[in-house]
């Protein structure tokens, strides 16, 4: 068995006082060597104050190939393991927040990027039909994104004000492919799954939004309701969003 080494990252003055938020973290060799985890841990370390030590397996924190999808790199999508106690959590925190994926983006080998936290481009996208189910595409579409988007008359008060109405995304000559891909498209990955499709929801994390879960047949009735919209009369070109 191999010796299981200790890294000290970082030796917080707080962490005399934070010590119950100190974790292990164990990931797979290929990605300590790339220097990753060197890079991100000691920025992490030192905005919490939290001590990170490094063992060879089965870390309080996981970074491998199960939890919520975190980054692509090396030619595969690296996940972070469900994480239970202050500390582990903080980190999941961190790591997706804008600061997190900063820093996730900013490592370079030979000043060359080498991982990106914009895992949508991991997404295949399937073909989507249009013979789904209108009327239920319709209470779908209200109750998913009608918290946001007015769907049509019977939400019109409850649509948030920046986001364009179904009726106006139906006058995009390419609706049908933005609707269909919806989930990778800004700001729709943050909170948005579909199932079997995008990979699973971090559901470690208290998502900031509710989150919207649809299977891809919800989709399809969406798609099918959305089509039997008519595009919204604005009298004048409209505007790309
Ligand atoms: C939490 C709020 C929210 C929810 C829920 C939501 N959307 Fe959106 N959506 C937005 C915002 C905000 C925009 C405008 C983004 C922009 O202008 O960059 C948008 C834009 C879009 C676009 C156009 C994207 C583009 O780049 O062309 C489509 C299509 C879309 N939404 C479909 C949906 C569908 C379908 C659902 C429900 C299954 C949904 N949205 C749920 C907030 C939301």
Request: glycine share 8%; hydrophobic share 40%; net charge negative.
């Given at each position: 068995?191999?010796?299981?080494?200790?890294l000290?990252l970082?030796?917080?003055?707080?962490?005399?006082?934070?010590?119950?938020r100190d974790?292990t973290?164990?990931?797979?060799?290929?990605?300590w060597?790339?220097?990753?985890?060197?890079?991100?841990?000691?920025?992490?370390?030192?905005?919490?104050?939290?001590r990170?030590?490094?063992?060879?397996q089965?870390?309080?924190?996981?970074?491998?190939?199960?939890?919520?999808?975190?980054f692509?790199?090396?030619?595969k999508?690296?996940?972070?393991?469900?994480?239970?106690?202050?500390?582990?959590v903080?980190?999941?925190?961190w790591?997706?927040s804008?600061?997190?994926?900063?820093?996730?983006?900013?490592?370079?080998?030979?000043?060359?990027?080498?991982?990106?936290?914009?895992?949508?481009?991991?997404?295949?996208?399937?073909?989507?039909?249009?013979?789904?189910?209108?009327?239920?595409?319709?209470?779908?579409?209200?109750?998913?994104?009608?918290?946001?988007h007015?769907?049509?008359?019977?939400?019109?008060?409850k649509?948030?004000?920046?986001?364009?109405?179904?009726?106006?995304?139906?006058?995009?000559?390419?609706?049908d492919a933005?609707?269909?891909?919806?989930?990778?498209?800004n700001?729709h990955?943050?909170?948005s799954?579909?199932?079997?499709i995008?990979?699973?929801?971090?559901?470690?994390?208290?998502?900031?939004?509710?989150p919207?879960?649809?299977?891809?047949?919800?989709?399809?009735?969406?798609?099918?309701?959305?089509a039997?919209?008519?595009p919204?009369?604005l009298?004048?070109?409209?505007?790309?969003q």
């Amino acid at each position: 068995m191999k010796f299981a080494y200790v890294l000290v990252l970082m030796i917080w003055p707080m962490s005399l006082f934070a010590q119950d938020r100190d974790f292990t973290l164990s990931a797979p060799q290929e990605l300590w060597d790339t220097g990753l985890l060197k890079h991100i841990l000691p920025r992490f370390s030192l905005k919490h104050g939290v001590r990170i030590t490094q063992v060879d397996q089965n870390g309080d924190v996981v970074i491998g190939d199960e939890g919520a999808p975190a980054f692509s790199g090396l030619g595969k999508l690296w996940h972070l393991s469900e994480a239970e106690g202050e500390g582990p959590v903080l980190f999941a925190q961190w790591l997706f927040s804008d600061i997190g994926k900063r820093t996730v983006n900013g490592f370079k080998l030979d000043g060359e990027p080498v991982f990106t936290t914009d895992i949508s481009v991991a997404v295949e996208i399937p073909d989507m039909a249009f013979d789904g189910d209108p009327i239920a595409g319709e209470s779908l579409s209200l109750e998913h994104c009608g918290r946001c988007h007015v769907v049509n008359e019977t939400n019109r008060m409850k649509g948030m004000g920046q986001t364009p109405s179904f009726g106006v995304m139906r006058t995009f000559e390419d609706w049908d492919a933005r609707f269909a891909t919806f989930y990778v498209l800004n700001p729709h990955p943050s909170f948005s799954q579909v199932t079997d499709i995008t990979p699973a929801f971090r559901s470690n994390l208290p998502p900031a939004i509710v989150p919207l879960e649809i299977t891809q047949d919800e989709l399809e009735d969406i798609l099918a309701y959305v089509a039997t919209i008519a595009p919204a009369d604005l009298g004048a070109p409209p505007q790309s969003q």
